[in-house]
């Protein structure tokens, strides 16, 4: 893409929105899919001084809200709100920002969703129709979508009543799906008849197909939609027999489908904005014909309510079409689809931010592992790589070294002048980061940051300042000038992916203006000569093997027992039966080489800053030993002092947590308590005592 031909820097304003989030659940690592490169992209955007404004807010109607309610004893309002706050309190733990985070239940939405309906009925795209729907005589209601499971009529898998969830993914208009049963109680459900309201999508068939061969769009996302138009687009059922919703205007005993009133929700959020900033009009410059730019970011499993169903409502009640759809590959846990239902999942709060992990390595993970239109595999194996591999060793090694050497030689920046060939790279960079984010692709974007991290470790080591302060001082500052220079840029450039990294970096340099608000043209501007430095510490850590190993068997225990579940393995007040496969065998003379013995644990003591880890002193008979086990997690140091137990003593030394251990003891895990271990206690023998 030529430099006159990019999209991006653009004088239009641009809003931004993600996918609303159903709040009727918490959130977990396949919502980031879609919600960290768009903070990314916005971020960059605002680096190329765009005009953006960031729009997102909680689905709060329609079924998936109503079984969480019902399952939870709660109202809707009271099960919405309980999410929704969740999602407002946990998306700022991640550095995402959204400029507003309204609901679909807020007045706003309700107003603005009628409003669209009156417009869409005036312009004749609306009419009534008598429709078969489900009934459950054992739970005395209509069961429409979600209430509702049977046959998918396009590919025969097991279905939900408004989608193929276990099949080909496809909508499904209610009455349609075969073999309805009631998914509350299992019983089947009867038709009956009654009026719904429906859109007149056939007539929008050549728009649509004309709107997806010219937006910007994803390549994955357009053929999927296409496929649908040259179907031939049917026409779509608006409302639902329920009580919680957005109320039909012209029948109030109806509500609105909730993929009809939810992407209206990026309209109502932007509402929100115009009157939180004082400027009540000003979601117009969007929403209203005219040169503001719609993006949105998507996952690929709702390509259909965006690229077809949202696009024909927009036109047909007179609003401004999106100007590109990013719709994001699926994720993955460990290889295996993304599923609640079969453990594989990471929930986000739980299991990545009450472990202390950084948010700016999953966000790195997030937009560096794949394209963004490829699927993506989560796995705490490759996630910790990432991080050691890439952000600790290359990155952060960077960081580190030149703000440390400089710090202890000099205190400031010394005199130097930028080197040509270090100038360009960084020029080239910008170059390369600005095409990435035209065309969606933060891989790429990534991939030339790091590379320019690559470059300064090249030029540190081919100078080696270490060698030249000794001999001459004044050389040596101008090659940590260039490597501090060098580190300016990557922290301007990294801000956008790691911008809890990038504010530390800043402040070492001993820059006191605001890193996000830093245009990308200032990595190549030149630091100022005896500018101060901040203290250096290093700005990324390595993810612990303690912690990697503890994240590991979380995920695969979850997985172990959601399969255990399905077979009818595992009921309420049984014991769980399945265990482990017995290893491969070993030789009588190998078994032999074990040295276990009876110990006792006469010290135990917690290892500063590892909650996991425990520093205990066992008497072993024949000597007293020091140990390091992974129990912290699951006793307090008083619990274990005392304890004679079973340990293995002629276990190899190995550093744990900075402490060598000599040792290790022999726990089991309970089988009704996965994740549960329990030290091998033998009472009434002294310490020394052999086992075999």
């Known amino acids: 893409m030529s430099k006159k031909n990019r999209k991006y820097p653009t004088k239009d304003p641009v809003c931004v929105t993600c996918g609303l989030p159903s709040a009727s659940g918490k959130m977990h690592v396949g919502h980031l899919r879609t919600y960290v490169p768009a903070d990314v992209f916005v971020r960059f955007l605002r680096k190329m001084d765009v005009d953006v404004t960031f729009i997102c807010g909680s689905d709060t109607h329609g079924t998936p809200v109503l079984t969480v309610a019902e399952a939870e004893g709660l109202t809707p309002k009271q099960t919405y709100t309980k999410y929704h706050n969740h999602y407002l309190e946990t998306f700022p733990k991640l550095n995402i ?25 005036e312009n004749g795209h609306i009419y009534p129709k008598d429709l078969e729907t489900p009934y ?6 209509s069961q429409p979508d979600r209430f509702v499971r049977g046959t998918c009529p396009y590919c025969g898998a097991d279905a939900r009543g408004d989608e193929c969830d276990q099949g080909c993914g496809r909508y499904i208009e209610p009455g349609l799906i075969l073999n309805p049963r009631c998914a509350v109680c299992g019983n089947p459900t009867r038709p009956v008849t009654r009026t719904h ?98 993006v949105h970011f998507i996952g690929l499993d709702i390509v259909h309510h965006h690229c077809i169903f949202w696009p024909s409502m927009l036109k047909g009640s007179g609003y401004n079409l999106p100007d590109a759809i990013a719709a994001s590959g699926m994720v993955k846990i460990e290889g295996h689809n993304f599923s609640r239902s079969r453990g594989y999942i ?8 009450e472990k202390g992990l950084d948010p700016d390595y999953l966000r790195y993970y997030m937009v560096s592992s794949t394209s963004q239109t490829k699927d993506l595999d989560f796995a705490w194996a490759s996630f910790a790589e990432k991080v050691n591999n890439e952000l600790v060793a290359t990155l952060g090694n960077f960081f580190y070294r030149g703000l440390h050497f400089t710090k202890k030689h000099y205190g400031e920046v010394p005199e130097g002048t930028l080197d040509r060939k270090l100038k360009k790279a960084i020029g080239d960079t910008i170059e390369t980061v600005i095409d990435g984010v035209n065309e969606n692709e933060l891989k790429k974007v990534s991939d030339a940051i790091l590379g320019l991290a690559t470059v300064g470790n090249e030029y540190f080591q081919a100078n080696q300042p270490w060698a030249l302060v000794k001999e001459d001082k004044k050389k040596c500052g101008e090659v940590l000038y260039n490597a501090l220079s060098l580190t300016k840029a990557l922290a301007v450039l990294i801000d956008p992916i790691l911008p809890s990294a990038a504010e530390t970096v800043w402040k070492q340099l001993g820059l006191e203006s605001d ?14 000569f005896g500018a101060k430095l901040g203290k250096p510490v290093p700005v990324i850590s390595k993810i612990d093997e303690e912690l990697l190993t503890e994240l590991q068997e979380t995920t695969y225990a979850r997985i172990k027992a959601a399969e ?22 070993i030789s009588f003379d190998e078994f032999q080489r074990v040295d276990l013995r009876i110990g006792k644990i006469v010290k135990c003591e917690r290892v500063p800053k590892k909650d996991r880890l425990l520093k205990i002193t066992v008497d072993i008979g024949v000597e007293t030993r020091t140990m390091v086990t992974g129990l912290g997690h699951l006793y307090k140091p008083e619990e274990l002092e005392g304890v004679t137990a079973l340990f293995l003593v002629n276990l190899e030394p190995k550093k744990i947590g900075g402490i060598e ?4 003891i022999l726990a089991v895990e309970k089988l009704d308590e996965p994740g549960k271990w329990v030290p091998v206690k033998v009472d009434g023998v002294p310490p020394g005592s052999k086992a075999a």
């Open 197 to 294: 309201y429906f859109m007149r999508l056939s007539a929008f068939e050549s728009f649509v197909d004309k709107f997806l061969r010219e937006i910007d769009v994803t390549k994955s996302a357009r053929n999927y939609a296409l496929g649908w138009v040259k179907e031939g687009l049917k026409d779509w059922c608006i409302t639902r027999d329920l009580d919680w919703g957005v109320k039909y205007p012209d029948d109030e005993s109806l509500v609105l489908y909730v993929w009809f009133d939810a992407p209206i929700g990026y309209i109502s959020s932007t509402e929100q904005w115009a009157k939180k900033i004082g400027r009540p009009k000003e979601w117009e410059k969007y929403w209203k014909p005219g040169k503001g730019r719609l």
């Open 661 to 664: 251990s000599h040792g290790m």
């Open 515 to 528: 890193i996000h608000a830093v245009q990308l043209d200032e990595a190549l501007n030149p630091l100022d």
């Open 346 to 353: 990471v929930w986000i709060e739980e299991e990545y931010l």
């Open 564 to 585: 255990a579940a399905q077979k009818g393995e595992t009921k309420e007040d049984e014991e769980v039966t399945e265990h482990d496969p017995v290893k491969e065998a």
């Open 136 to 141: 459950c005589d054992h739970c005395g209601r």
């Open 97 to 121: 920002f959204f400029d507003n985070y309204g609901t679909t239940d807020d007045p706003e939405n309700h107003a603005r969703t009628i409003q669209i309906v009156k417009a869409l009925k």
